[in-house]
């Protein structure tokens, strides 16, 4: 949209001209290309508002649509989502589209993912492939066929998940979605660093953001294929190096207003790294940090299992009362306090291989 974005956007501001307001269902599209991204939830209810004055039952699912996958994706919770979900359940229905109500099926998904909700997020998104393959929306299959191999993964069946995604694979090839293959790719990437397969694991992180770079990943998926590349690299050259790439990916996640549960799982992954490096305050700390973020919610596998670890090492080398005093303390952190406290860690890295390279 470029350069005119700003111009149609100046045009339909509400009162400009006698007009009613930006069209609904071009607010959104148009918004993403001016402003600031802090506003979008005021930009997506004025959105659905509009859709609801000026459309019928269909533009008012896509509006609200749009406004689930926003609060998804975005920091501060799911307020208003069950509501959206509901309402848009009745008006797909209404509308007596199956495309539309496959769409609502993939965002009742992330919003059940977002919760770690695994099996309700299943049931959603065999529905929405179901219901995608019989209107001929062959392109939503490889996104939806990952989702469903992320869940058997998280759920510890691997031989499912190598199935889905070799199936979501096939997909991205067939109907030509990079984001799809680049997604995949990301996957991959993580279960073989996870089984130290740390050759493997760097080509597969490499082809993704190659991949990544021909299509139009949201910028979540990005925090995460640098998350990934961080684990990767402390696989190849240790915490330190690796903790240069996550501090980008959390200030990335900070900037591009990512959800909470993607700055608690960057946050946890550098809390891990600082424990391998022996900083257990600073560790405890950030686990404190990522408690906050997960919202009360208990981690899922197999970031469960490495807070589980990174903790247990924190209460050995600090004691119970010292480690709970520090989780406590990184509750209360702020992400630029969290950003100071990796920031440090580095500079402290820095010092000591200096220092190593004089002995």
């Given amino acids: 949209m470029g350069a005119a974005a700003p111009r149609v956007w100046a045009y339909f501001q509400e009162g400009a001209h006698g007009r009613p307001g930006s069209p609904g269902l071009v607010c959104p599209i148009i918004s993403s290309h001016v402003g600031d991204r802090s506003d979008l939830r005021a930009v997506m209810d004025f959105a659905v508002a509009n859709c609801r004055t000026y459309g019928g039952d269909w533009e008012t699912a896509v509006a609200l649509m749009f406004r689930t996958h926003m609060v998804v994706d975005a920091p501060g ?3 208003g989502v069950d509501d959206d979900l509901a309402e848009l359940r009745i008006l797909s229905r209404r509308a007596g589209d199956r495309w539309l109500r496959a769409q609502v099926c993939g965002a009742a998904g992330e919003a059940a993912m977002a919760r770690s909700r695994f099996e309700e997020a299943k049931g959603e998104y065999e529905e929405a492939l179901r219901l995608a393959y019989e209107v001929g929306a062959y392109a939503e299959s490889p996104f939806l066929s990952a989702r469903l191999a992320e869940i058997a993964y998280r759920a510890g069946d691997r031989p499912a998940a190598l199935a889905g995604l070799d199936e979501a694979s096939a997909a991205a090839d067939r109907y030509g979605v990079a984001d799809s293959r680049a997604f995949v790719l990301v996957l991959r990437a993580q279960m073989a660093s996870e089984e130290r397969h740390t050759a493997r694991a760097r080509e597969l992180c490499d082809a993704a953001r190659a991949d990544a770079a021909r299509g139009t990943p949201p ?30 990916a959390l200030r990335e996640a900070v900037d591009k207003r990512c959800s909470d549960t993607i700055l608690a799982t960057v946050v946890d992954s550098a809390a891990g790294l600082l424990s391998d490096r022996g900083d257990f305050p600073r560790a405890a700390r950030l ?7 997960w919202g009360g919610r208990s981690r ?25 005093s520090e989780r406590a ?8 306090d969290v950003l100071r406290e990796l920031h ?16």
């Fill in 300 to 324: 899922p596998m197999p970031e469960h299992a490495r807070a589980e670890r990174t903790g247990a090492d924190a209460r050995a080398a600090l004691g119970p009362a010292r480690c709970e």
């Fill in 77 to 79: 919770g799911l307020d």
């Fill in 219 to 248: 910028p979540q998926f990005m925090v995460m294929l640098d998350l990934v590349d961080a684990m990767v690299t402390a696989s190849e050259y240790g915490p330190g190096p690796a903790l240069a790439l996550l501090t980008g």
């Fill in 344 to 359: 440090e860690a580095r500079s402290s890295y820095a010092t000591e291989s200096k220092a190593a390279n004089r002995r």
């Fill in 287 to 293: 686990l404190g940090a990522g408690d906050r973020w």
């Fill in 329 to 336: 303390r990184g509750a209360a952190l702020t992400a630029d």
